[in-house]
């Protein structure tokens, strides 16, 4: 796992030089790249969602795109649309911002349900269908969206399929008053943007991708996921709780934290520290949680600390070479 921890610490830290003090989330984000998962940045204005955004796209080597949301936006704005050329007299596709490998949705609670769910086919099954002609997306492909969670007026909430779609939700959250004044002073003459290089291939993200899905989970840290998220949906308090692909997505999760870290076994430890992000947006709750003033993170909380940890070796049930027969070695 060598190779996938340098790769993920040289975009972690080329991403540092613009988002300031906030390695965790950073972190994630490289997490649910690795994963070939989506990312839902969902966070209150001004503390650099977009830039988050931006900066990780900029690091790979891959094509870019930004879809600026708007009220007005229709489905073909995303998709892309058939035109009649008059001189060929035949109908001429004209691919859409979908059409690239990181896609930048920005404030994409902003446009109608209608124009949202042109995503949907996109982020999950990576084709987009244009007039019954399916087309498949560019690899790697994902999107990137962000949202405001207290703006809400003049935005449309995304529906629970839609949701469910993003492998996983963050928040930066503010500054602390150090990270701030770093913040004030890098910008003094120029943005950090403007500088920030690419610092790897699209080859190099392939192949840590794939060897990402390698690392192994033992038989009993497999049950502790599934358990977690049965716990989400027996909760009292939750209406509707995470789905398998919850499961999936926090399995795939921490196979790529354990990868960042150089290691090539899970540990209960990845799984505590991804829980959140991955399940916290899948759970709907219920009237009496919103009485108690609950979130759904809080609820993720409460089922991470209900559910026995397992112990024992993270590696049991891996494959072990076999044992050589007496008198088998060289003499």
């Given at each position: 796992m060598t190779e996938v921890q340098d790769f993920?610490?040289?975009?972690?830290?080329?991403?540092?030089?613009?988002?300031?003090?906030?390695?965790?989330?950073?972190?994630?984000?490289?997490?649910?790249?690795?994963?070939?998962?989506?990312?839902?940045?969902?966070?209150?204005?001004?503390?650099?969602?977009?830039m988050l955004a931006r900066s990780l796209a900029r690091s790979l080597g891959c094509s870019f795109s930004r879809?600026?949301?708007t009220p007005d936006m229709l489905p073909s704005d995303v998709t892309g649309v058939s035109i009649y050329n008059q001189v060929t007299r035949e109908?001429?596709?004209?691919?859409?911002?979908?059409?690239?490998?990181?896609?930048?949705?920005?404030?994409?609670?902003?446009?109608?349900?209608?124009?949202?769910?042109?995503?949907?086919?996109?982020?999950e099954e990576r084709t987009t269908t244009v007039d019954g002609v399916t087309?498949?997306?560019?690899?790697?492909?994902?999107?990137?969206?962000?949202?405001?969670?207290?703006?809400?007026?003049?935005?449309?909430?995304?529906?629970?399929?839609?949701?469910?779609?993003?492998?996983?939700?963050?928040?930066?959250?503010?500054?602390?008053?150090?990270?701030?004044?770093?913040?004030?002073?890098?910008?003094?003459?120029?943005?950090?943007?403007?500088?920030?290089?690419q610092v790897v291939g699209v080859e190099e993200l392939v192949r840590a991708q794939t060897e990402?899905?390698?690392?192994?989970?033992?038989?009993?840290?497999?049950?502790?996921i599934v358990e977690i998220v049965r716990q989400t949906r027996e909760h009292p308090e939750v209406y509707l709780?995470?789905?398998?692909?919850?499961?999936?997505a926090l399995y795939r999760s921490a196979q790529a934290k354990a990868g960042m870290e150089g290691r090539e076994y899970i540990l209960p430890d990845d799984i505590k520290a991804l829980a959140g992000p991955t399940l916290a947006h899948r759970?709907?709750?219920?009237?009496?949680?919103?009485?108690?003033?609950?979130?759904?993170?809080?609820?993720?909380?409460e089922v991470?600390?209900?559910?026995p940890v397992p112990g024992g070796d993270p590696l049991a049930g891996a494959s072990q070479p076999e044992p050589l027969e007496a008198g088998g070695a060289d003499e």
């Open positions: 993920s610490e040289r975009v972690i830290q080329n991403i540092e030089k613009v988002i300031v003090g906030k390695r965790e989330t950073v972190e994630q984000a490289v997490v649910a790249l690795l994963c070939q998962g989506h990312l839902l940045i969902e966070d209150v204005p001004g503390v650099g969602k977009t879809i600026q949301f109908f001429e596709f004209r691919p859409g911002p979908v059409m690239a490998q990181i896609v930048l949705a920005d404030e994409i609670n902003r446009a109608t349900p209608k124009t949202q769910a042109a995503l949907l086919e996109a982020m087309r498949a997306l560019p690899r790697p492909f994902m999107v990137l969206a962000t949202q405001n969670p207290i703006e809400y007026e003049g935005t449309f909430p995304l529906p629970e399929a839609q949701v469910d779609r993003f492998l996983m939700r963050i928040r930066l959250g503010y500054p602390i008053a150090s990270d701030e004044v770093r913040v004030l002073e890098c910008q003094q003459y120029r943005h950090p943007f403007e500088e920030l290089e990402v899905k390698g690392v192994f989970a033992s038989p009993a840290l497999k049950r502790y709780g995470a789905s398998p692909r919850g499961s999936l759970v709907i709750l219920g009237p009496g949680a919103r009485l108690r003033d609950l979130s759904a993170l809080q609820i993720v909380d991470l600390h209900s559910v």
